[in-house]
């Protein structure tokens, strides 16, 4: 998940890997130190610009306020999903983890 921060404008980058049907916060990085950091986190090395922290967090879900002003979009492995633009301003969008049977979505069960 990544986005530009409201007071920094820079952009900050959280991320997930699923385990056991949540969403775990395995790593940040940011900029600079400011609002809203994480206390909990353990600053990785790195020299790309950025401070990374590892983390250790479960959600069983992540409610995101989605604007356009900060670009909110969700990134994968193979694409970026711009959130901002499938939603209106500063709705709230909740990510969770499902097991999908694949002929359910084909029939339109699920979606």
């Known amino acids: 998940m990544k986005w530009i921060h409201s007071v920094e404008k820079e952009e900050w980058v959280e991320v997930y890997k699923i385990n056991e049907n949540k969403l775990s916060l395995i ?22 610009g950025y401070i990374h922290m590892k983390m250790d967090v479960s959600y069983k879900e992540l409610n995101i306020a989605v604007s356009e002003n900060v670009k909110t979009t969700l990134s994968t492995d193979k694409k970026d999903v711009h959130l901002y633009k499938l939603t209106e301003n500063y709705n709230n969008v ?18």
Not at 31 to 47: C, D, H, R, W
Not at 94 to 111: D, M, R, S
């Open 27 to 48: 790593e940040t990085y940011f900029k600079t130190f400011g609002a809203g950091v994480p206390a909990q986190g353990e600053v990785i090395p790195s020299s790309d």
């Open 94 to 111: 909740v990510l969770t983890v499902k097991e999908l049977f694949i002929w359910k979505v084909w029939e339109g069960e699920i979606l």
